[in-house]
């Protein structure tokens, strides 16, 4: 059964710095890993997908990076901005079209 | 908007009530999704349709039921609900098996009261 964790579950940076969010994934059979933002209260914001032949996508100041071998998933997200505070979702595709989530980090930027 | 709308926003509901979620995508998608979200707990896949085909049910009470008439189309039944069931519902569509990721709609905050 996937299991999807995701470190840390909650941070608080000063605005201007860059920061890396993790995510780890227990079964390595994916078809692809997807990166969102979710604002309180709303839906999900797709940022980033990243195939499982890709080493890394990237978009604006983020860029996401995926090494299935061992089951992890970066999202470095460069010069942070108050913008950027909101909960950040990493979910995985295995068959069946199943997306399955991690808990999410919730990120708060101070200005 | 992401493509994936989702009507109502906000519902309240008694117990005894009967009301439907609707869910509404025009990218082309062929696979719908309903997830629920809890407080502090990780989405949870409730159904799935394939090609108005439903290929999942993930344990979900009979007290929720979906319907998928057209490719374009999800809804999601209610009926009896308890206070428990109160989460936001959010609806995602992709390609078969996801091949080229998920959309997700705004989402419905249900509560029961």
């Known amino acids: 059964k996937q299991e999807v964790t995701q470190i840390p579950a909650a941070l608080s940076v000063p605005e201007g710095e860059n920061l890396v969010l993790n995510c780890s994934f227990t079964d390595s059979a994916i078809y692809n890993l997807q990166w969102f933002r979710q604002d309180p209260g709303k839906g999900l914001t797709s940022l980033l997908l990243?195939?499982?032949?890709?080493r890394e996508q990237t978009s604006g100041r983020l860029n996401a990076s995926l090494d299935k071998s061992s089951g992890r998933s970066t999202l470095y997200i460069a010069a942070s901005q108050p913008g950027d505070s909101a909960t950040y979702l990493c979910?995985?595709?295995?068959?069946?079209?199943?997306?399955?989530f991690g808990q999410g980090t919730e990120l708060s930027v101070k200005p | 908007e992401t493509g994936v709308t989702q009507t109502p926003r906000h519902l309240v509901m008694g117990m005894t009530n009967k009301k439907s979620l609707k869910c509404e995508q025009h990218l082309g998608h062929n696979a719908m999704y309903w997830y629920k979200q809890s407080a502090k707990k990780p989405l949870e896949l409730m159904f799935v349709?394939?090609?108005?085909?439903?290929?999942e049910n993930n344990s979900v009470p009979s007290r929720f039921s979906p319907e998928c008439p057209n490719s374009s189309h999800l809804f999601l039944h209610l009926h009896t609900l308890q206070p428990e069931d109160s989460a936001l519902y959010l609806c995602?569509?992709?390609?078969?098996?996801?091949?080229?990721?998920?959309?997700f709609g705004s989402g419905t905050r249900l509560t029961v009261v």
């Open positions: 990243i195939q499982s032949s890709q």
């Open positions: 979910a995985v595709s295995s068959q069946g079209g199943k997306l399955i």
């Open positions: 995602a569509s992709s390609q078969v098996q996801g091949a080229r990721g998920y959309t």
């Open positions: 349709y394939s090609l108005e085909e439903r290929v």
